[in-house]
């Protein structure tokens, strides 16, 4: 018990957001009775949770187009995600201080929540146009092989261009 107290206290910790020693006593206690929904949030878990079961239904020999570009979709925004944490943690590791770590590592948090919870309210609008999908906001390309492609921004805005010109 005492070291749950004592522990947080003297470890410095970039979510805390208060480099003052009565900061830094109380933040033990504030992390026990409440939750900050931007830096404890759900939304990961669930995120993660729907990346695994998409992943075993695009792998599975009886995928439809739909499996694949919703497994697609996903990975898609896990990589902008991966972008974001990496982003964190150079900050978390940076030099600044405490409170410039907190606000900074919050706005690239609340980035990464936003994300996830837009990525997990589309990955169900799926529209196929012949070799052509779109998922959400982002556009894919059937190849050769039959396998769906994420298209660049530069083919998706080709794409638009060329579909709304008929």
């Known amino acids: 018990g005492v070291g749950d107290v004592l522990l947080p206290m003297i470890t410095p910790k970039a979510e805390r957001g208060n480099n003052t020693l009565l900061g830094n006593m109380i933040a033990p206690l504030k992390d026990k009775f409440s939750t900050d929904a931007v830096m404890n949030n759900q939304n990961v878990s669930d995120f993660y949770d729907l990346k695994d079961e998409l992943t075993t239904k695009a792998k599975a020999s009886n995928a ?42 919050r706005e690239i948090q609340e980035q990464i929540v936003d994300l996830m919870k837009s990525g997990m309210s589309a990955y169900t609008d799926i529209n196929i146009d012949g070799e052509y999908a779109t998922v959400g906001d982002r556009y894919f390309k059937q190849n050769e ?22």
């Open 145 to 166: 092989e039959g396998e769906w492609e994420k298209l660049s921004d530069e083919q998706a805005t080709k794409y638009t261009v060329t579909n709304a010109a008929g």
């Open 64 to 105: 439809t187009d739909e499996d694949k570009l919703m497994y697609k979709y996903i990975n898609s925004v896990n990589a902008e995600l991966s972008e974001l944490y990496k982003q964190k943690r150079e900050i978390q590791n940076g030099k600044l201080s405490n409170e410039a770590k907190y606000s900074q590592a």
